[in-house]
């Protein structure tokens, strides 16, 4: 079982349109969880952490389930240079090993 | 300010040959990870470093796979007689953080591995 799993997708959503990603994580030992952004044949980067009270970074909205054990991204008023890969990432608390998901592939249609 | 580099951006080998992948984390970042990446997939967790120290080697998939970081910068990923599974895009990541709240982790871009 991989300790991380995420839909792939692809999600196609026109402009303007709310989308949202879940992810699941197995081990409930983990400790700090992250959204990534990648973008096609390049290197993946933070988009925003994932903290317990979820948090808010402009038009991108993240919270954690630690009971349910999911953490979820939420995109609104969709734009074009949203299309990417979104990357769920968990710390587990014992060691320093991050788990990335497989990845959501996002494409916004004009 | 420099990103982290890596080197060679791509790398050709013929099956069973060695070879050797560089990163140059970001100047001062105390952890320094390396992550494997398959066509279609998330990064794989390799190993980790801090300093010089490499402190988790749990996710190197054989004894073919050596990395080394002797003087807390520089890494070397090393991979012997490489196979046709070893291609793949290797990722090196520094953080300036220690200890199991490491945060932001920075990505080099990459180096692209076939194997032919």
């Known amino acids: 079982r991989k300790e991380v799993e995420q839909d792939p997708g692809p999600f196609n959503v026109p402009e303007g349109a709310t989308v949202a990603f879940n992810c699941t994580y197995s081990?409930?030992?983990?400790?700090?969880f992250f959204w990534y952004r990648q973008d096609c044949r390049k290197e993946p980067k933070l988009l925003m952490s994932?903290?317990?009270s979820g948090n808010e970074d402009g038009r991108f909205t993240a919270q954690l389930n630690r009971a349910s054990q999911y953490i979820s991204l939420l995109i609104r008023d969709s734009k074009l240079s949203d299309s990417a890969t979104y990357l769920c990432v968990v710390n587990i608390r014992t060691g320093n090993q991050f788990y990335f998901g497989t990845g959501t592939s996002l494409t916004v249609i004009p | 300010g420099a990103g982290v580099s890596q080197s060679p951006r791509y790398k050709v080998a013929k099956r069973g040959q060695d070879v050797a992948l560089r990163c140059d984390p970001i100047s001062g970042h105390v952890s320094l990870f390396w992550y494997q990446q398959a066509l279609g997939q998330g990064p794989e967790f390799l190993t980790y470093?801090?300093?010089?120290?490499?402190?988790?080697k749990s996710g190197l998939p054989s004894d073919r796979f050596f990395a080394e970081r002797p003087e807390g910068s520089v890494s070397t990923l090393k991979i012997q007689r490489t196979q046709q599974e070893d291609s793949a895009v290797y990722l090196c990541a520094s953080s300036p953080a220690i200890g199991v709240r490491t945060d932001t982790q920075y990505f080099g871009p990459g180096t692209r591995l076939t194997v032919l």
């Open positions: 994932v903290y317990s």
């Open positions: 470093f801090q300093n010089e120290a490499q402190l988790d």
């Open positions: 081990n409930s030992a983990s400790q700090s």
